[in-house]
């Protein structure tokens, strides 16, 4: 046995009070005087061996009574069964997941809330300790230095849960650098309080406790039944149309041990419940659900995948925009002027595109930064300034189809068409015309072109004939039966090139007048449409948006209702960054939530974005307490419990760590021995 406060035992001198009145008061014979004795009871005898064996037990309680008090001030504890246990004097740091998967419950209580009652139970042991710091994933400011006990117990009154997981690595860092700044006395402590998520507590293994302090791992697990969660959502098509079917995929995946079946998964679009389709999922298994709708009206649509499953909930809604009907912008240059317009007739006839006709000797290169798909038509060479510009303008992401002249000039298309990734550019001297071959239905080019009606040998073909002929860099999308190019598609960074074999006017072919013209040139137009992604995480670190041409100093805003946030920004031609805030760098009133959020320019709505928790919250797949141990195996400093559900958890670490603490039995010890001097005095006659 062990005394927290030695010093108090030089309290046991009181001892010696009661003997002293023993010594001088008890041993003293008294004479009592009557007038008359007739007024005298019956006295019942009384031998002086009784009455001293009564006096002796009256001294032995008082001294007991006394001893015992000041022995409970001196906190007696017997010592841990771990020899380096914790010093309650010392510093101790706390962290606490407060991560969305510890909403996962275990006997229908969540792990956040077991974690917080059995750390309230803990702080006990800290009762009076003022050297405490308590950890969450928001990292917020006031985490960064040494509290009470009380103080953390009223702030976890108030914790909520974050939508960003952190490393353990980083909490160990955290913790470190409040450690070299307070240095306590003896070893300080770490405590750990989390689920151990594999998918997020980052790389474990290479983590080294500096043997000063102590580490000790609280799991807070349960058998991962299930859990379904939106992986990913993408359409059928670049964009979606108006009044047309368009074609939904939901992939959807289960991260936990049991079958789902019939999961009734619901689209909305604007808030309206527009379609639904029932999977099922084996254990850590995915499915795709496909969901047709229409949309009227253009511009962006809130859309949402909805679908119940517990306990884990806040991964059951993903949001997503779709831009419906997006302008696409075409600009046409020309050399030689082809009589029958084909390209004017196919793009300035239709609502869906903006068009300019320009002549390329007269056209202004900058209207390339407002345009998605550039039209080359008849031009004799491409060389200069408009050729650096249109390069650039593939590499940033841009479209452009080339319709050779009558006599190309192949040395500037050679280079300019290999800089694009279109190799071995030739001249084509034969004037024969050469019919083309059958479509490759199974192309995604060509995914919704055919009725499935459409028998194959029944599709009337064009004829060509060709200028050129060149090595495909990319896809073959129509060939000649003579086995050469006739279209091609080739990807250059986030750009494509499209390049044509035959100018398009009659003398050279029938392609212009053919039914597959019209829905190919749809076809090139929609895939050049710089494709907005559909949603976006949170845990993102940067996010790369198109925007309009704006000054350099132009400052963009997220807004969510009442929630405004101007995040760290760098715009760079048409091309913004955005650097998403994490929760430490939010203040209360801008907690961010999984939604739709506007990207404004004072005061206007440029996009709308959707954004969303990151799945890696979703998987249930955790390190147990014998896998944790085998982690840290050759630190001895670590100790690892097997479950912070274990009603006995605090009572165990006491016991392992602090060791047991016995003032409040020698507090009642001394309340036993005064009440048994009582009884002594009256009950012993």
């Known amino acids: 046995m062990q005394f927290l406060f030695p010093t108090f035992l030089w309290s046991l001198l009181a001892v010696g009070i009661p003997i002293a009145i023993h010594l001088f008061n008890f041993r003293r014979t008294r004479r009592i005087y009557f007038s008359n004795v007739s007024l005298l009871k019956n006295v019942e005898m009384e031998t002086s061996?009784?009455?001293r064996l009564k006096q002796y037990l009256i001294l032995a309680t008082r001294v007991l009574a006394i001893a015992a008090l000041a022995l409970a001030f001196a906190q007696p504890y017997l010592p841990s069964e771990n020899k380096s246990g914790t010093n309650a004097q010392s510093v101790t740091s706390v962290y606490l997941d407060n991560s969305f998967s510890m909403q996962n419950e275990d006997n229908n209580q969540r792990f956040f809330d077991i974690a917080t009652g059995k750390l309230d139970q803990l702080l006990t042991l800290f009762r009076n300790a003022t050297r405490l710091q308590l950890i969450t994933n928001d990292f917020d400011a006031q985490e960064q230095q040494l509290t009470t006990t009380d103080r953390i117990k009223d702030r976890l009154t108030t914790l909520k849960l974050s939508h960003t997981p952190r490393s353990l690595p980083s909490i160990y860092k955290r913790q470190v650098n409040l450690m070299s700044r307070y240095a306590g006395s003896g070893k300080?402590?770490?405590?750990?309080?989390?689920?151990f998520?594999?998918?997020?507590?980052?790389?474990v293994a290479s983590l080294k406790v500096d043997s000063s302090n102590r580490l000790f791992i609280v799991p807070v697990q349960a058998v991962a039944n299930q859990n379904v969660y939106v992986d990913s959502v993408w359409l059928n098509t670049p964009f979606v149309r108006e009044f047309q079917n368009n074609i939904l995929y939901v992939r959807v995946s289960n991260s936990g041990n049991d079958d789902v079946q019939n999961l009734v998964v619901k689209l909305f679009l604007d808030d309206v419940q527009v379609s639904t389709a029932p999977v099922n999922l084996a254990p850590k298994g995915s499915a795709t659900a496909s969901f047709n709708f229409n949309v009227r009206g253009k511009g962006f649509k809130r859309g949402r995948i909805v679908f119940d499953d517990l306990p884990i909930t806040f991964d059951n809604e993903y949001f997503f925009v779709l831009n419906a009907s997006p302008v696409i912008r075409v600009l046409h240059l020309y050399g030689q002027a082809n009589p029958n317009r084909s390209i004017e007739n196919v793009f300035a006839n239709d609502s869906l595109f903006a068009m300019r006709s320009l002549n390329a000797n007269n056209a202004d290169?900058?209207?390339?930064k407002q345009t998605d798909l550039v039209v080359i038509e008849s031009v004799e060479r491409v060389e200069g300034a408009m050729r650096t510009e249109l390069e650039n303008f593939v590499r940033k992401g841009g479209s452009i189809l080339v319709v050779p002249p009558s006599n190309p000039d192949i040395a500037s298309y050679g280079g300019f068409l290999s800089a694009l990734g279109v190799n071995s550019l030739s001249e084509r001297t034969s004037n024969e015309p050469i019919p083309l071959t059958n479509p490759e239905r199974k192309s995604p080019f060509f995914s919704d072109v055919f009725e499935q009606s459409i028998r194959q040998e029944n599709l009337?073909?064009?004829v060509s004939k060709p200028v050129w002929q060149w090595q495909a860099g990319g896809a073959k999308l129509l060939s000649l039966r003579s086995g050469?190019?006739?279209l091609s598609q080739s990807a250059v960074q986030r750009g494509k090139v499209y390049v044509l074999a035959n100018p398009l006017t009659e003398a050279f072919g029938s392609f212009a007048q053919n039914a597959l013209f019209v829905p190919v040139m749809y076809k090139i137009a929609a895939q050049s449409v710089?494709?907005?992604?559909?949603?976006?995480?949170?845990?993102?670190?940067?996010i790369a948006l198109t925007v309009p041409d704006l000054p350099q100093n132009t400052i963009f805003k997220l807004k969510k209702g009442k929630i405004e946030l101007i995040p760290v920004q760098r715009l760079n031609g048409n091309q913004l960054t955005l650097e998403l805030p994490k929760s430490n760098q939010l203040t209360t009133e801008q907690d961010m939530e999984s939604g739709y959020y506007e990207l404004q320019k004072d005061g206007q709505t440029v996009q709308l974005l959707a954004l969303n928790h990151d799945n890696q919250e979703s998987q249930l797949d955790y390190y147990t307490p014998d896998e944790l141990r085998k982690l840290f195996a050759n630190q001895p400093n670590v100790q690892v419990f097997d479950h912070v559900a274990d009603g006995d958890f605090v009572k165990e670490f006491q016991k392992q760590n602090i060791g047991v603490s016995l003032w409040n039995y020698f507090l009642w010890a001394a309340l036993a021995f005064l009440l048994l001097e009582i009884l002594v005095i009256r009950l012993i006659k």
Request: charged share 25%; aromatic share 20%; hydrophobic share 35%.
């Open 49 to 51: 061996s009784f009455r």
């Open 188 to 195: 300080n402590q770490f405590f750990w309080f989390s689920d």
């Open 197 to 203: 998520q594999k998918s997020t507590v980052g790389d």
């Open 365 to 368: 290169i900058g209207l390339l």
């Open 460 to 462: 009337e073909l064009p």
């Open 484 to 486: 050469d190019v006739f």
């Open 530 to 542: 710089r494709e907005q992604r559909a949603a976006y995480s949170f845990d993102e670190n940067n």
